[in-house]
């Protein structure tokens, strides 16, 4: 029996350095979703003052997109617009 301070690597994802790079590419810039987009930055500051446009977080004084809220919030435009 293993004791209770054991610990399996593999099943924590903290250990895992390509979950590291995974999260990283899930997540976009300002510059990179106005470019996803094809808005200006201007664009995307003005929706987020008026809470419109994809989610986003602040990380220090930098906004990040999660990919998939980005690509959500562009699918329910498209919805409302159809």
Do not use: C
């Not at 930055?41 to 999660?66: E, F, Q, S």
């Amino acid at each position: 029996m293993r004791g209770k301070n054991y610990r399996n690597k593999h099943k924590n994802p903290h250990n895992d350095p390509t979950a590291v790079v995974v999260a990283i590419d899930e997540v976009w810039t300002i510059e990179e979703v106005s470019a996803f987009l094809r808005v200006p930055v201007a664009t995307l500051y003005r929706w987020r003052t008026h809470n419109d446009g994809p989610k986003a977080a602040r990380i220090g004084r930098h906004l990040r997109y999660a990919r998939v809220d980005v690509i959500a919030w562009f699918r329910a435009q498209q919805e409302e617009a159809a």
